[in-house]
């Protein structure tokens, strides 16, 4: 198998992973549907991500890459889908109806931009923008970080999301490495360390009532004292 073919297939599989990833928050919609609210849980989680997919998705068209536009477009799809379900279970639907606002805003300078350079210029620049996009998607892991450290408790951090993200994005990063493509090695290299921030939570702050699956660790109970 020469370095190309192997390159081919490794994105191929990357795609696959890419789109199963996509269900990894129903744990989140279960979550939400046997609290009956969506408390302890955060819209930018969900806002953040549409903006980095709907940035690399805009990339995808202008450079006709059809893998990137398929992932994207599924992406922003099943992304619409779990804010919806997320506006049905929050209390605070202003919040989330506040983000969206500016997510369209954001959305509409980016492509204002972009559509003021040249055919030559669009690509390369849109590529840069989503790069920053992704590594703006560090914000929403560093509020998460945040909630963790003054609850004191991984409780509200689905461990399926937070291991499914280091899985996939320890790959894209290695492929961006190995395919030479720098704007995505270099929007993949600080979630990779948020990843591995956010998991070595769940040994200093474990959950409550769960235990995390693979390291294994929850909070002991404190027997009450007869």
Excluded at 143 to 152: A, G, N, R
Excluded at 187 to 203: D, E, K, Q, R, W
Aim: charged letters at 10%; glycine letters at 8%; hydrophobic letters at 50%.
């Amino acid at each position: 198998v020469s370095e190309m073919e192997f390159l081919e297939l490794f994105g191929m599989w990357l795609g696959i992973i890419s789109m199963g990833f996509m269900i990894l928050p129903m744990a989140q919609v279960k979550e939400w549907r046997a609290r009956g609210s969506t408390d302890g849980f955060s819209s930018v989680h969900l806002i953040l991500p549409v903006l980095m997919m709907g940035c690399w998705l805009r990339h995808g068209f202008m450079t006709a890459d059809n893998m990137n536009i398929i992932i994207n477009s599924m992406g922003v799809v099943s992304s619409a889908f779990y804010i919806a379900v997320f506006a049905v279970y929050t209390k605070d639907k202003s919040n989330l109806y506040t983000q969206l606002g500016a997510l369209i805003a954001v959305f509409m300078a980016i492509f204002a931009y972009v559509g003021t350079l040249s055919a030559e210029e669009a690509p390369d620049a849109m590529g840069k923008i989503a790069a920053i996009a992704q590594n703006a998607g560090i914000v929403g892991g560093i509020y998460q970080i945040k909630t963790v450290i003054e609850t004191k408790t991984t409780e509200y951090m689905p461990a399926s999301m937070q291991f499914g993200i280091l899985f996939i994005v320890a790959q894209w990063t290695l492929f961006g490495i190995l395919s030479g493509n720098i704007y995505m090695a270099a929007a993949n290299v600080p979630g990779l360390i948020m990843s591995f921030i956010s998991i070595s939570l769940y040994v200093i702050y474990p959950p409550i009532t769960w235990r995390v699956p693979i390291i294994g660790t929850q909070q002991k109970t404190q027997k009450k004292k007869e």
